[in-house]
Each structure stands twice: as structure tokens, then as C-alpha cells.
């Protein structure tokens, strides 16, 4: 299962590999998990998931500093 951690313009959320979908947590200030508000379809591939986000997100980066990476746990 692969389970990372990716900070999209400030919002830190858990992106991990279940069977063949997706589960989206994002993590509050505290570090507790709570189902993300936003779908990521199962045809993503793991390699595609920056570009699918920054797709997802990218009317943010007009006024949110920041963009889309992974973050190491």
C-alpha cells in the first residue's frame, strides 16, 4: 500500500493507495485525520498524483503561497 503525506498549498493531507482507489485524509494542526473533502479517481497513477493535485488545485496558487509537493513523515 502506498501511503504518502502531500502539503497542497499549505493543507497537509495523507494520500494512500487502497486496492484500486485512492483515500484522502487531511491532517489538522493537532495531527488528527479526517476525511478530505475531494476524490481522487482510481485511473490516477501513483507518478501522476503532483500533476493530478496541482490540476485539482491550481486556482489556489493564485492567492495561496506555496504549491504541491510531497513531505517526508
Do not use: C
Request: glycine share 12%; hydrophobic share 40%; no cysteine.
Amino acid at each position: 500500500m502506498l501511503s504518502e503525506r502531500f502539503n497542497i498549498f499549505g493543507g497537509l493531507f495523507d494520500i494512500e493507495r487502497t486496492g484500486g482507489g485512492w483515500s484522502v485524509l487531511s491532517v489538522g494542526n493537532d495531527g488528527k485525520r479526517l476525511p478530505a473533502h475531494f476524490v481522487i479517481p482510481e485511473f490516477v497513477a501513483d507518478d501522476e498524483l503532483e500533476q493530478f493535485l496541482f490540476d485539482l488545485f491550481h486556482e489556489q496558487a493564485a492567492y495561496k503561497k506555496g504549491g504541491i509537493f510531497r513531505v517526508q513523515r
